[in-house]
């Protein structure tokens, strides 16, 4: 298992503390459970986003593949060590169970190895797309009001290039969920600034193809 620790000042990252803390957590809790541990840091960094050094070379370390990976899944002392997103982390839990890995956030009891831990894990992930859904109808609902109001609301909005790029090079090896959670779990959000989801992906796959198509006519 890939044990990830991460503090978030450099004061904390000299002093050691909380990474000897973190360390000493999860490596009782693999004991426990007769894991071996290799171990991923990221000293000084917040956890505004997942694009993190070492939580990004980790992920990259969980390849779609089972048979071509030489670690199981990753496991850290507290959630927010990984994440202080709900969101965010719903979409590692996503990425974890199409690529089949476990994803073990010792204090919150979340083992998707274990029966238990998984049910947890979906919870956690139906309430996280619950709120985006409530979300997105109360925005839907501001709209069409504006709209009868003979306002307009909201903005063109285009994707970045670079993040497009991104989508198509996944698209080649992934499938539509497994795209839409590993571009969240890299921190790109979609032309409009929300998570990616199997239906948003699919639509800018489309659009991108068609662009690629008329520029080379």
């Avoid at 919150?108 to 190895?113: F, I, K, R």
């Avoid at 997105?136 to 504006?146: D, K, L, N, V």
């Avoid at 993040?163 to 790109?188: K, M, V």
């Amino acid at each position: 298992m890939i044990g990830y620790l991460r503090v978030s000042t450099d004061e904390q990252a000299n002093s050691g503390l909380g990474l000897v803390a973190q360390q000493e957590t999860i490596q009782r809790y693999a004991d426990a459970h007769g894991w071996n541990v290799v171990w991923h840091e990221d000293a000084g960094v917040s956890a505004k986003s997942l694009d993190r050094p070492q939580l990004q070379a980790a992920l990259a370390r969980l390849r779609p593949t089972p048979n071509h990976r030489d670690v199981d899944g990753i496991v850290v002392a507290k959630l927010d060590r990984l994440s202080r997103s709900v969101v965010d982390f719903a979409g590692v839990l996503e990425l974890a169970r199409a690529r089949k890995w476990a994803l073990v956030a010792i204090d919150l009891g979340v083992d998707t190895s274990t029966p238990t831990g998984e049910l947890v894990a979906n919870v956690m992930m139906s309430v996280a797309q619950w709120e985006r859904r409530v979300i997105g109808e109360r925005t839907s609902a501001a709209m069409q009001a504006a709209k009868r109001q003979g306002r307009h609301m909201g903005r063109v909005s285009t994707l970045l290039r670079s993040t497009g790029d991104r989508l198509l090079i996944l698209r080649t090896t992934l499938t539509l969920a497994e795209t839409a959670a590993q571009l969240n779990c890299e921190g790109l959000a979609t032309a409009s600034g929300a998570q990616w989801s199997a239906d948003t992906v699919a639509k800018a796959q489309k659009r991108l193809q068609r662009q690629g198509s008329a520029s080379e006519a």
